[in-house]
């Protein structure tokens, strides 16, 4: 193809001949110069030269009018792209706006759809039928069906106001009635308690109520009655169902207004972003299905085995029950105390009225309910016989029977003023004599024998129902009689005495600072002065006896030392060094071995240098430690020993040396066992001592029951074993068996039943596995359970929270479709 | 019949009193204390206390000499015979020669306790045996409740009962040690307690914690047995016996004033031997120690003896209640009013003290010729154990036969502990005779009879008692090997590296010459067992509860998520608060950074 056929446009048209000419001028001056021709001379030679050089000016001229046309060509090129692009430009921006008006159109024919085809509430509202509202409205039957609606759903709207006001009122009218019914209630109640007053007034003044009960059942069922017949009350509800259905309509309106805006903007996202597809229901119930197999999984086996495996076992135990004993509720000691009153020489009516009348006297000298007497009348012969039988050592308890406190027998003796009464020491029997002329007759109510026998019973017993009366209530004020003195004493007495036990040892030990004396004759000491008294008390308790000597015992460095008082020519301790004296940490006092508490009896004999030995306030030489023992200070006869006159202790104390010190160590045991001073008689005494026993171990154990009852209610997380469920059966049966025993007045069986019970009490609440060991505090616990617990329980909870959110957005959804 | 019964009355009067006089006698007090130096300026002390009660006023609990606490733990424990020992350092057999009381009063180092109850069977026996350690440990303040089943046997030959007992009786003896117990002060103040003079009177106010438990060896004991005389008569025996070896210039040493903190010597106060070739400024070689040095008691305890016990039976030879063993040439100097007796051996001397006046002694430097010979001991015998390695090991006993003429029967006791689970099957036994030469034979050519009873974990320990003996002149090399087990994590001990204890083996000399058996205890032994590292149960659980955590989370994200496209999960994450959050960053960026953000 020729170029000319190619560059068709004209401007370009000089280039293509100027370009033609150039390449002429070219070949006519190639072939001026050409080789073969050239001249060999130099005159043509230099014309050649002369001629080339006029066809290259003419070449060159002609080169730079093709390179200006060149450039012109390129310039023009670019004008034209030029102008090509604006146009294309403009081209642009047009279809642009056409696809935005296409676009637009396209959505407003949306919209216009979606509003054609929008659900109206109005379309569900309740209306009422067309053809009622015609008749109702009859001016409206011409009217367009758009106007028709409208005015239906005005008067809808006018009606259901009209319910909302109806209601309102109501709602007042039942407050007011509620604030009546109020008012009436409390007029009711107090005209109850002005009743009651009726009543207690009317109790005391007039013995016969049944019209009064008939009274109390008036108000009552006027009351029901008036409750009843309260009619709006009942017609509430009603009216409430129906005025609530506006509330919900409201707020659909105002939803209503929202939702256009809310589908529009959609509509306008997927413009932006493509959401996913919406989950398929099988998806949805698989996920659902899964986080579901896994808290099944934890709560039905992971959580039971947690709570199996870390629960501790705590044992049932009656809690009520036993703070029902703790409480007193349960059982009332009471102490009747029978008293066998023998009349050898009397006849049968005048005893039985002798009897009557010191009843009568002694019912009215009592004061404490819990503590009282009941005469019986024996003949003499089984009286005596009773007497020998308690005298031997309250051994045998007649089963079914109360036990015999004492018996009286009635004496006559001439020549007597008046009674007079003859206690024996070593049994229990009160001999009476009085003068025969002073038998009562039957006629009187009141003799001065009768009295007598009377007060001297009251005198006998007077220490031990205070005793008695300041252990069931903690002190003495519900006695009148008793002296301010007499409640010291006990208080003091029962504060110093041990606490029961079954076994009891008695440790008796001779100390001295020096080497002598070392020996004593300590085993018939103990055979002649302590072993009846132990004999005596074995009912009770249990002893064991050891003694020791000890030398070299020094008093502590911190102790007061004993000071040498001129006046009395002795070495004294001052009162209130004497609880140093004993060196607890030097001396060994260590308690025996077995159950049981140790009473310590300390016989200390002093240095020569510091003999005698005495207490300053006093002139005393043998105090008690409460609740511990007693200590005695043994100032043997001092002989000389040496030629420098040097005074030494004797080397042996001999049987009869020991005797004060023993007999002071006697009544230290008895007063350490809680024995009150009075009687003078022992049997009686330790009678009375059973009696304290018996009521005091009740109280104890019963407390004791009361603690282990807060106990396990205050610490959740002790174990309570079944064989401290089991104690605590055992505690309480024995607990009413001996409350029965008391009551029947047997007992030595109280006693008994006491004891087991307060042995059992002690056991369950001193059981030693309800104190666990904490070895693995729960913080450590979950710090080391932490990276299992963490990684694994918050995917967990978290798909839990998340499944539940979508549950509860479904079902609004499905709430508010319909 | 008057004048009958006149001569009679005063007649009966006499022979009670003198009955009441013996009654007395059956209940008395003795006490004893010998010095006796040793090769390398050493001094044994052994002190011994004996008193008596009558077995009816002990069955009564009327206590006078006996310890009333420790009589009623013997009554309540049903024990009828009782030793109890408290031991610490090591006895120089090559340097000092036979042991004190031929080694009967000595236990190994730390407790050892046996004794002979009185029950109807095995398992009655253990429960009162229980007791009676749980109520000793109180009363001596020692571990001795932590004798459980796993440290008690039942040793069959090694011990025979010291007392007389009635053969209704069933007696059952129970041994029981405690060889990591260290003996100390705590356990010198009971013993103190229990004897008549408390430490205030006689040879027990010598005693001083401090010096005591400076010993280079120290051994206490406490002994109760029933003794019956010929008639039947029975009294009840408690002897206390404390034997300890003093350093001379240790206990010289003034302790508080001078020299509270031990220092080094200074280089002018050596005593070199300057014979030796050699010895130069730096260099030093310590002269033997000899026995001249003077000493006095007040020096070596601390204190002066405070007279003597006035309880002590002032009769016949039992007043003389200190001697001293050194040649009679040597000069002795004593407090004024005590009385020195010379004894025919030419190396006893003993001293008859006045009571509650000071005594001292006092011996000064003086050159002796003449030395005070020891006894040779019988046997020697060294436990050690072999081998290496966290499982495996082996137990090395040595016994060398001194005497070049006889050979030496004995019993071999050893009780090892649970853990330690020897292979009695690899018992071998080497003797080396005169020539020095070792040669294998089979261990039943030494051992004549095995009584053995295996362990079973946890519940009790081994019991190994050999009958065998050493020919003359010779050494009998035991080996056998063992295994150690591992233990439970709880079951070691706070300090689990320092290693296990185990008990001195006890060797019982069946020797027809002496009365009394001779006994001879060797050291006790550390075992190292394999010990964990112990966080390690918390790192499993750690460790474990990672992976479990790491798998579930792995396969309940796969259960549980939803799989969308990557353009999908930009739009779901859009709408999530995460994805709104972000947004918001991203357009704040923005604005900061000036940006136009219009599309347009």
């Keep these: 193809m020729a170029i000319s056929d190619i560059v068709a446009d004209e401007s370009l048209l000089p280039v293509l001949q100027t370009s033609a000419e150039t390449l002429a001028q070219c070949q006519a001056l190639l072939t001026l110069l050409n080789p073969d021709t050239l001249p060999n001379d130099g005159a043509k030679l230099r014309e050649l030269s002369l001629a080339s050089s006029k066809q290259q000016k003419l070449l060159f001229a002609l080169l730079a009018q093709l390179r200006g046309q060149n450039r012109d060509a390129i310039f023009r090129v670019r004008d034209t792209k030029q102008s090509t692009a604006e146009a294309r430009q403009e081209i642009d921006r047009l279809h642009l706006q056409l696809q935005n008006l296409y676009y637009e159109q396209k959505h407003l024919t949306g919209e216009i759809a979606a509003c054609e085809a929008y659900d109206h509430k109005y379309l569900s509202l309740p209306l009422i039928p067309v053809e009622e509202f015609l008749e109702l409205h009859p001016e409206h039957r011409e009217s367009s069906e758009h106007d028709l609606m409208i005015a239906r759903i005005e008067h809808e709207h006018a009606e259901r106001e009209k319910l909302e006001q109806a209601r309102q009122e109501l709602l007042k009218r039942k407050q007011g009635l509620i604030a009546e019914n109020k008012k009436r209630k409390n007029d009711l109640a107090n005209l109850d308690q002005d009743l009651e007053k009726f009543i207690d007034v009317c109790h005391s003044a007039c013995p016969s109520l049944p019209w009064m009960s008939l009274l109390i059942i008036g108000p009552g069922a006027g009351v029901h009655f008036r409750s009843l017949a309260s009619p709006p009350g009942y017609q509430l509800p009603p009216t409430i169902d129906l005025s609530a259905k506006h509330v919900p309509t409201m707020t659909t309106k105002t939803g209503d207004q929202e939702s256009p805006q809310a589908s529009a903007s959609q509509l306008d996202q997927p413009s932006v972003k493509r959401a996913p597809p919406p989950e398929t229901p099988a998806a949805l119930q698989t996920r659902f299905r899964v986080i579901a197999a896994f808290w099944a999984v934890i709560i039905f086996l992971g959580f039971p085995i947690w709570w199996k495996t870390t629960s501790i076992y705590r044992a049932s135990l009656p809690i009520e029950e036993m703070v029902d004993w703790a409480d007193g509720k349960a059982c009332r000691p009471v102490f009747p105390l029978e008293i066998h009153l023998a009349t050898p020489s009397m006849q049968s009516l005048e005893a039985q009225n002798l009897l009557r009348t010191t009843q009568h006297t002694l019912d009215d000298l009592n004061e404490f309910a819990a503590h009282h007497l009941r005469l019986k009348l024996t003949d003499g012969s089984t009286a005596a016989h009773n007497g020998e039988e308690s005298a031997d050592g309250l051994r045998y308890i007649p089963e079914g029977t109360a036990d015999t406190a004492l018996t009286v027998r009635l004496l006559p003796q001439e020549g007597l003023a008046g009674p007079r009464s003859e206690l024996h020491a070593a049994t229990t029997q009160l001999d009476i004599f009085y003068p025969p002329n002073q038998v009562p007759v039957p006629s009187s109510s009141n003799s001065p024998l009768s009295a007598f026998i009377a007060a001297e019973l009251q005198r006998l017993y007077s220490e031990e129902k205070a005793t008695i009366a300041y252990i069931l209530s903690g002190n003495t004020a519900g006695l009148d009689s008793t002296s301010p003195q007499l409640a010291e004493e006990i208080d003091r007495r029962l504060r110093r005495s041990m606490k029961y036990a079954e076994t009891y040892h008695l440790s008796f030990s001779l100390f001295t600072p020096g080497s002598e004396p070392s020996s004593w004759d300590i085993e018939a000491a103990v055979n002649e002065y302590v072993s009846p008294l132990l004999q005596a008390f074995s009912p009770i308790s249990n002893f064991t006896v050891d003694t020791q000597v000890q030398l070299y015992a020094n008093f502590a460095p911190t102790a007061p030392k004993p000071e040498y008082d001129e006046t009395e020519a002795a070495w004294t301790l001052k009162k209130e060094g004497l609880s140093a004296f004993v060196n607890a940490a030097e001396w060994p006092l260590n308690p025996s071995i077995g159950s049981g508490p140790t009473i310590n009896f300390i016989l200390y004999v002093p240095d020569p240098s510091q003999s005698p030995l005495i207490i300053k306030e006093n002139r005393a030489s043998s105090w008690i430690v409460p609740q511990w023992g007693g200590v005695f200070l043994l100032n043997p006869p001092l002989s000389h020993t040496d030629d420098q006159g040097g005074l030494s202790n004797p080397a042996h104390l001999s049987q009869d040396s020991l005797r004060p010190a023993f007999m002071t160590f006697s009544h230290q045991l008895l007063t350490l066992l809680g024995t009150p001073s009075t009687p003078a008689s022992l049997p009686l005494r330790l009678q009375t001592s059973t009696r304290i026993r018996a009521a005091s171990l009740l109280l104890s154990a019963s407390s004791t029951m009361g603690s282990l009852a807060r106990l396990t209610e205050s610490l959740p997380s002790i174990p309570i074993p079944a064989t401290v469920a089991t104690s605590v059966t055992t505690t309480l049966s024995h607990l009413s068996s001996s409350c029965a025993h008391l009551r029947e007045g047997r007992f030595g069986a109280a006693l008994a039943s006491a004891r087991v019970a307060e042995t059992e009490a002690e056991r369950s609440f001193f059981e030693k596995s309800m104190v666990g060991q904490v070895y693995f505090p729960d913080e450590h616990k979950v710090a080391v359970y932490l990276p299992l617990l963490g990684p694994i329980g918050v995917p967990l909870v978290v798909g839990l929270l998340k499944e539940l959110k979508r549950i509860a957005a479904r079902r609004k959804a499905k709430g508010a479709a319909p | ?600």
């Design chain 2, 1 to 600: 019949m008057t004048v009958l019964s006149l001569f009679s009355l005063p007649f009966v009067a006499l022979i009670l009193s003198l009955w009441s006089s013996s009654a007395f006698a059956s209940s008395d007090y003795h006490e004893h204390l010998l010095l006796h130096p040793l090769p390398q300026s050493s001094l044994l002390a052994s002190f011994n206390f004996r008193s008596n009660t009558s077995q009816q006023s002990f069955d009564q609990q009327h206590f006078r000499y006996l310890p009333r606490a420790l009589g009623q733990i013997l009554q309540h424990a049903h024990t009828k015979e009782l030793h109890l020992r408290f031991t610490t350092g090591i006895w120089d057999a090559e340097s000092w020669g036979s042991r004190p009381w031929n080694g009967s009063k000595e236990g190994g180092t730390g407790v050892e306790l046996w004794a002979w109850i009185d029950a109807p069977d095995d398992e009655a026996a253990f429960a009162k045996w229980v007791t009676l350690t749980q109520s000793l440990s109180g009363l001596f303040c020692a571990s001795l409740n932590f004798v459980d089943s796993t440290r008690t046997t039942r040793p069959v030959v090694s011990f025979e009962p010291a007392g007389d007992h009635s053969a209704a009786d069933q007696l059952h003896l129970l041994h029981g040690t405690l060889p990591g117990e260290v003996v100390c002060t705590e356990n010198l103040t009971p013993f103190l307690k229990l004897l008549p003079c408390k430490g205030k009177a006689g040879i027990s106010s010598l005693f001083d914690g401090h010096k005591l438990f400076d010993a280079a060896w120290q051994s206490m004991s406490v002994d109760i047995q029933p003794v019956c005389s010929a008639n039947g008569e029975c009294v009840v025996q408690i002897e206390q016996t404390v034997d300890m070896v003093l350093d001379i210039d240790r206990s010289k040493r003034s302790r508080y004033l001078a020299n509270p903190i031990p220092r080094p010597v200074p280089n002018e106060q050596l005593v070199c031997d300057t014979s030796k070739p050699y010895n130069s400024d730096d260099t030093c070689y310590p002269l033997e120690k000899t026995n001249d040095k003077a000493w006095s008691l007040t020096e070596i305890f601390g204190r002066s003896l405070n007279g003597v016990c006035p309880l002590t039976e002032l009769d016949g030879s039992s007043d003389q209640s200190v001697c001293l063993r050194v040649p009679h040439e040597r000069g002795v100097f004593i407090s004024e009013e005590a009385e020195e007796i010379k004894k025919d051996d030419g190396f006893t001397r003993c001293f008859k003290l006045a009571p509650s006046v000071p005594f001292d002694l006092s011996i000064p430097q003086q050159p002796v010729n003449t030395e005070v010979p020891l006894d040779e001991p019988v046997l020697h015998a060294e436990r050690t154990i072999v081998g290496h390695g966290q499982e495996r090991g082996g137990m090395r006993i040595i016994f060398g036969n001194p005497s070049n003429t006889s050979a030496v029967d004995f019993i071999y006791f050893e009780s090892l502990p649970w853990f330690l689970r020897p292979y009695i099957h690899t018992l071998h036994a080497t003797i080396t005779g005169h020539d020095g030469v070792p040669r294998e034979v089979p261990a039943s050519e030494i051992v004549k009879e095995t009584y053995y009873r295996p362990a079973i974990d946890r519940e009790r320990g081994t019991q190994l008692e050999l009958a065998l003996f050493v020919p003359a002149a010779s050494t009998v090399t035991l080996t056998y090997d063992f295994e150690k087990a591992i233990l439970r994590y709880t079951e070691y001990p706070p300090d689990a590296n320092r290693g296990f204890n185990v008990a001195p083996a006890v060797i019982r000399i069946l020797d027809t010459a002496h009365d009394a058996p001779i006994y001879i205890r060797s050291t006790s032994l550390l075992l190292q067992l394999p010990t964990p590292d112990f966080s390690m149960p918390y790192n499993v659980i750690i460790l474990t509860s990672t992976v479990i955590a790491l798998a579930f989370g792995t396969i309940f994200n796969i259960l549980v998520r939803r799989i969308v496209t990557l353009d999908e999960a930009a739009a779901l994450g859009a709408q999530t608060l995460k994805g709104r959050l972000l947004g918001k960053f991203v357009a704040i960026r923005d604005r900061l950074r000036g940006k136009d953000t219009k599309v347009e």
